[in-house]
């Protein structure tokens, strides 16, 4: 069983930083694979950045990347998510999920492969 809590939405202005946090219970293996995901209102789940437990590789979605940073902080099970220059079309649900067991790099986009969600937190990035 895994838990996770997301934390650290809010309102934000057009080129604007803001960090979210994902905080794990009952975790994972070294080859568990965290991703953030979001969805904007009408528009479907989008990924936007993953990492594995061990922290090696990293991946993240076209629209993110460059200005999106995934970390973690082994010491309080907790990753993080810093998005820089935010955009207006950044605004959507955040969410964190939790592949608990071994998956090739080439699938991290996919949403179906998760096993454990995040209930999710708010981002706006206003104009």
């Known amino acids: 069983q895994v838990e996770l809590v997301e934390s650290g939405g809010g309102l934000v202005q057009v080129g604007g930083s803001l960090r979210l946090s994902c905080t794990a219970s009952g975790f994972p293996d070294k080859d568990s694979v965290i991703a953030w995901f979001r969805q904007a209102p009408g528009k479907e789940r989008e990924f936007v950045a993953a990492t594995t437990w061990s922290g090696g590789s990293t991946n993240y979605g076209d629209s993110v990347r460059g200005r999106f940073t995934i970390s973690r902080d082994r010491n309080k099970n907790t990753y993080y998510l810093q998005m820089n220059s935010l955009k207006s079309e950044d605004t959507a649900v955040y969410s964190c999920?939790?592949?608990?067991?071994?998956?090739?790099?080439?699938?991290?986009?996919?949403?179906?492969?998760?096993?454990?969600w995040g209930q999710g937190t708010q981002v706006t990035v206003s104009s």
């Open positions: 999920a939790v592949r608990s067991r071994r998956i090739i790099y080439g699938l991290w986009h996919d949403a179906t492969v998760y096993d454990w």
